[in-house]
């Protein structure tokens, strides 16, 4: 891919993301906190999903 859009509307290449398959240069982890107390098996379907949105 060597046309990298610029639009502000996508906040995928707002960040750089232009591949799917491209090198990983980098990466943010973030420990697990609130968020994993609150899911449970009662509202998991509503909150763990795979499409890209």
Do not use: C, W
Not at 10 to 28: A, D, Q, T, W
Request: glycine share 6%; no cysteine; net charge neutral.
């Amino acid at each position: 891919m060597t046309n990298h859009p610029t639009s502000s509307t996508n906040p995928v290449s707002e960040h750089g993301v232009y591949s799917e398959v491209g090198k990983l240069r980098k990466v943010i982890v973030h420990r697990p906190g609130q968020e994993m107390r609150r899911l449970t098996p009662s509202n998991a379907h509503d909150l763990l999903f795979e499409d890209v949105i």
